[in-house]
């Protein structure tokens, strides 16, 4: 007997589990509230910049479709802005496996595309909390993969891996073209620009549907002077404002765009915010039904840390192990708990990070990150923390830990 | 661009392979069930059994739409007529399409807008009425 | 029917199916083609009167889920600002050929929300907007949201009984208009003006294929 999973949801997760539980025989029906073609006509839906590890589920699924057009991210730059308008700090760190953001706009209309051509059941229909009640008998699994929406609300928040109460940050995010190179680098990297106080600047290589750019991806601390684009509702208002913000705080990355830096189309920009929230992984129905939450929907962390869409892959690369290991035995809601706690486990590390990086720096993370100026490993160490952030436990987060690891460094050094 | 994994990794360890692997896909991929899209249940010469399957577990109100659909009926018609959400009828229309027991009509805006020809036909009809 | 009685829907088997051609496909059905008009506007503006007027069948009614964009600018999200809502939608059919069938969809789209029809206009052939010129400014939203889609439309002027009279310039400015968008006059109870209203959506679209 073919077993029938639902899945809720065209994102990340939703589309990686769902063209991966195809090829391995499952019957999988995927509902999106819009077809390929609304999919790329409309807006920008996230950064999406993933990193090796990530990419590497995407490839072990042959489903890393623009590995050879995408720019590579082969760095993570951090900048520290010094009161003066200067850069305090700028350094870069080496990945040692490069990462890359492909538009979303372009991959889930494409893996829609693929997942229908090989025989996928596509339903295209914005989807409510009464309607899930439907889906419960139908199937043998229901996966709720949609997002940040309202759907999440079926999920109870967990407050003891929540805490937070309220969105940390504003996000603007604008697709660019025209962004003039750094002229001191050879290598694409994501840079991070600090601006204590006040926010985070990052530009981001991609691909996006007219081909490689730039984002340029602020996060304003609630109320301060990034917090300013609610209310701008057309992209070139919310680009213009982007451009004036960076010339006023991160004057070296505005000089990059003074020789013209255009939209890469009437769908470039998002704004919103959102708290960071982790929510019990299991909705009940009221049939008595369990549904499993995806990815976003039970841990949405806040974007400063970029690890959305990598958490999104490893999600689906998790859970599609621990259906495939369940065999002909039944999706209940024993399984659908400790399915999310292997989940759990694995981007609860990024999950501690990105929720400190939201935080004011402790003074230990200071003078880590003014120390990585001067020694490459600590550079080094951090970038490739995007990519694994379980490594931050061992050398990041207590300053005894850190001060011994520099320490360690000098020492070799010598 | 669209790489064929069909019979790499995993899946050519499964006992549960898909069909798609030799067919590409089910045999009416890729409809959208607009909510004008027309939809019969299939086999209905054959009596109630086939489509019916004594042996299923389908939910009353798949079994509901199998006999609605006995006769050529919209989406919209089924959600309407068996007072079921528009989105639970498309699941489970779905459903039935892909286990083929029930046919999905192309319609006039499949491909995007409806053509030149049948919009003629379409201005020929309504002058008529 | 040996379900009746027992099983969801008895009522629906009341609506007599489609008339079929005698024809039959290679999979045993039989051949026939769909596709629909949208009838927008505000509240009241005799959406469903036009429907029924040229309806083969009661219209019936079907709730279903609708991006709504709010007014609101305080997103909670982080996505643009959209929220799904439960809508009612008005429906009928009519056979315009053995093989040819019209269905005609009434939208919601009043009030404190901008509706997003994405998933009602999809494939259409077009629409029609209705608008009572006691009050006007209720047609404002269905009219951005098809200048925004593309979707081929006609603004229809209901004539109700002692609806107050204008000249056409006055209500295309008042509408806003675009000189291309074809603005008629209806009376929706009337089953002919209906469907020369809707037949003059089909001219549009017709005009807007040539145009391509």
Redesign the interface.
């Known amino acids: 007997m073919?077993?029938?999973i639902?899945i809720v949801g065209a994102g990340q997760a939703g589309l990686q589990l769902a063209l991966g539980l195809?090829?391995?025989?499952?019957?999988v029906?995927v509902?999106s509230?819009?077809?390929p073609d609304?999919i790329r006509a409309g807006?920008v839906?996230s950064t999406q910049c993933m990193f090796g590890t990530a990419l590497g589920h995407e490839r072990?699924?042959?489903?890393d479709?623009w590995d050879a057009t995408a720019p590579r991210v082969e760095g993570v730059g951090v900048s520290v802005a010094g009161p003066d308008g200067t850069r305090a700090v700028d350094w870069l760190g080496r990945l040692d496996a490069y990462g890359q953001s492909v538009d979303q706009r372009i991959k889930m209309a494409?893996w829609l595309?693929?997942f229908?051509?090989?025989?996928?059941?596509?339903?295209?229909?914005?989807?409510?909390v009464?309607?899930i009640e439907?889906?419960g008998?139908?199937f043998d699994l229901v996966l709720l993969a949609a997002?940040?929406?309202?759907l999440a609300g079926m999920f109870d928040r967990d407050s003891l891996r929540s805490p937070y109460e309220r969105?940390m940050r504003s996000?603007a995010v604008a697709y660019v073209h025209g962004l003039a190179p750094r002229p001191d680098r050879d290598t694409g990297a994501v840079q991070c620009n600090l601006i204590p106080g006040v926010g985070e600047l990052f530009v981001i290589p991609a691909l996006t549907l007219s081909g490689p750019c730039d984002i340029l991806f602020f996060e304003g601390v609630p109320g301060g002077p990034l917090d300013v684009f609610?209310?701008i509702r057309s992209p070139q208002g919310r680009l213009n404002l982007t451009l004036s913000l960076m010339r006023q705080y991160v004057p070296w990355e505005y000089e990059r765009t003074t020789t013209g830096v255009e939209l890469t189309d009437s769908g470039a920009t998002?704004?919103?915010?959102?708290?960071p929230t982790v929510r019990r992984p299991v909705a009940q129905l009221e049939c008595g039904a369990p549904v499993l939450g995806v990815a976003d929907v039970v841990v949405a962390n806040d974007?400063i840390t970029g690890q959305g869409s990598n958490n999104a892959a490893r999600c689906a690369a998790i859970y599609l192990s621990a259906i495939?290991e369940r065999g002909e035995r039944p999706f209940d809601r024993a399984w659908m708990e400790a399915t999310f706690e292997a989940y759990w486990s694995s981007v609860a590390p990024a999950t501690k990070w990105t929720n400190a990086m939201l935080s004011p720096p402790p003074p230990h993370v200071l003078d880590l990150i003014a120390a990585a100026q001067s020694r490459q490993p600590i550079a080094d160490r951090f970038a490739n923390g995007f990519d694994e952030p379980a490594d931050f436990e061992h050398w990041f987060f207590d300053p005894t830990k850190a001060a011994t690891y520099v320490t360690t460094l000098d020492g070799n050094d010598a | 661009m669209v790489a064929d994994d069909g019979g790499r990794g995993s899946a050519s360890r499964s006992a549960r392979v898909r069909p798609y692997a030799l067919t590409q896909g089910r045999t009416a991929p890729g409809h959208i069930l607009f909510v004008e899209t027309l939809v019969t249940t299939l086999d209905c010469e054959q009596g109630e059994e086939s489509a019916l399957d004594a042996g299923r577990r389908d939910m009353p109100e798949v079994r509901a739409i199998i006999v609605l659909c006995r006769g050529v009926r919209s989406v919209a018609e089924v959600s309407a007529l068996l007072n079921l959400p528009l989105g639970v009828v498309r699941v489970l229309i779905s459903d039935l399409a892909a286990q083929g027991r029930i046919s999905v009509y192309q319609t006039a805006g499949d491909t995007g807008r409806p053509d030149r020809a049948l919009l003629e036909r379409l201005l020929g009809g309504l002058r008529r009425l | 029917m040996d379900y009746a009685g027992s099983e969801p829907g008895v009522a629906g088997l009341h609506v007599p199916p489609l008339a079929v051609p005698n024809q039959r496909r290679s999979d045993g059905t039989p051949p026939i083609t769909s596709t629909k008009i949208v009838v927008s506007g505000g509240f009241g503006v005799g959406k469903t009167t036009l429907v029924a007027s040229v309806s083969e069948i009661e219209p019936l009614t079907t709730e279903s889920v609708m991006t709504v964009m709010s007014e609101s600018t305080d997103r909670l999200d982080g996505l643009p600002d959209k929220t799904t809502t439960t809508v009612a939608m008005d429906f009928g059919r009519v056979t315009l050929e053995s093989d040819l069938v019209l269905y005609l969809f009434g939208t919601p789209g009043q009030g404190r929300f901008q509706f997003m029809w994405d998933d009602l206009v999809r494939g259409a052939v077009g629409a029609i907007v209705m608008v009572d010129t006691r009050r006007v400014e209720e047609c404002f939203p269905a009219i951005d949201y098809f200048e925004r889609s593309g979707l081929p439309f006609v603004v229809a002027i209901n004539m109700f009984d002692g609806s107050p009279m204008y000249e056409e310039s006055d209500l295309r400015d008042a509408l806003s208009l675009r000189p291309e968008t074809p603005l008629i006059e209806c009376d929706a109870r009337n089953r002919r003006s209906s469907a020369e209203a809707l037949a003059q959506v089909v001219v549009h679209a017709l005009r807007m294929v040539g145009a391509r």
Request: hydrophobic share 35%; net charge negative.
């Open positions: 073919l077993r029938k639902l195809q090829a391995r025989g499952y019957e029906t509902m509230d819009r077809t609304e807006d839906m072990a699924l042959g489903l479709l494409e595309d693929l229908v051509a090989r025989g996928g059941g596509l339903v295209v229909h914005p989807v409510a009464s309607d439907w889906y008998g139908n997002g940040k929406g309202p969105p996000l609610q209310g998002l704004c919103g915010r959102y708290a974007p495939e």
